[in-house]
């Protein structure tokens, strides 16, 4: 329904460009309709095409960001949002901004942007998620706790609302709130029918739970969805199903790949099941030879 709905609007700004060749609105939502229907190249062209024609029009600028995004270059995406901000604030402009400046581990700056978009748009779930995230990020999980439950609260079926439970759920689990995390894993799996990373948690937490067969299910589950996934999110499935080695293997590569912060990794709960492993350990200290046992920053991106 929503392809055709697209292609739709691609025919659509296609005759109005033929009726105004040179108009860049059409030229910029052209390059929408490619984007959404994933011809990035020929989005990227129809936003070029827009900027030439109205260099002050904000809108090329974020599309270009977001499909920057999907080529895996974020350094151009990053200084096509800035271009669209200083054309015109917009909220998907500083959440792409955001979500960037997480990645690298640019917490004030995440921090930053997330705040600007909330200044635009006060009831963002997203803006929210981002801001939990970079809470989590800094080891304040009372904080990322408020920030996350006041997006669950804005997200009444917003798309990030899966994303929002799957986060919550992390800071239930660590923080010893079981029946809480349970009940946010499966709201996440409920909306996301495909999230392998939230089966291989709720897999982790029934184990801890005593509950095997919920686990055996969930696992099951997880392993079915966690092919493509990649070296972090494997090692941790790995882990819960107590395959030390295999999962120390995979995390080693994980970390010299820079998926996962390593404090992160001393607090992950899906890694409770090997904590004692001699090789996890130390691995470990081998990325963090001078932290203590209660740090810890960011749960991977999946």
């Not at 304040?140 to 609302?161: M, T």
Request: net charge negative; aromatic share 8%; glycine share 6%.
């Amino acid at each position: 329904m929503r392809q055709r709905k697209t292609e739709e609007a691609l025919d659509a700004y296609q005759q109005g460009i033929s009726l105004a060749p040179r108009d860049p609105v059409a030229r910029s939502g052209l390059g929408d309709a490619y984007r959404a229907l994933g011809r990035t190249e020929e989005a990227l062209a129809a936003y070029r095409r827009a900027i030439r024609l109205n260099s002050r029009l904000a809108a090329p600028h974020l599309g270009q960001g977001h499909v920057y995004r999907m080529l895996g270059r974020p350094y151009e995406a990053l200084k096509a949002y800035q271009q669209s901000v200083q054309l015109e604030p917009q909220v998907p402009a500083y959440l792409g901004m955001g979500e960037l400046y997480l990645e690298w581990g640019h917490l004030a700056d995440a921090q930053e942007a997330y705040e600007d978009a909330l200044a635009l748009e006060p009831q963002s779930a997203a803006a929210y998620l981002g801001l939990g995230d970079v809470r989590r990020d800094q080891g304040q999980d009372k904080e990322a706790l408020a920030a996350y439950e006041k997006a669950r609260e804005l997200a009444q079926g917003d798309e990030v609302a899966a994303t929002i439970h799957a986060n919550l759920a992390d800071i239930y689990n660590t923080s010893g709130r079981l029946d809480e995390a349970l009940a946010s894993y499966r709201e996440a799996v409920r909306l996301r029918p495909d999230d392998a990373l939230s089966y291989g948690s709720l897999a982790g937490l029934y184990r801890k739970m005593g509950r095997r067969d919920a686990f055996e299910e969930a696992i099951a589950e997880a392993r079915d969805l966690m092919a493509g996934e990649n070296e972090y999110n494997r090692a941790c499935l790995e882990a819960i199903a107590e395959e030390a080695e295999r999962a120390v293997d995979l995390l080693q590569v994980a970390l010299q790949k820079r998926q996962v912060d390593p404090g992160w990794v001393r607090k992950d709960p899906d890694f409770d099941f090997i904590r004692d492993h001699p090789r996890f350990q130390t691995l470990l200290h081998n990325w963090l030879p001078d932290e203590p046992d209660a740090s810890g920053d960011a749960r991977p991106v999946a």
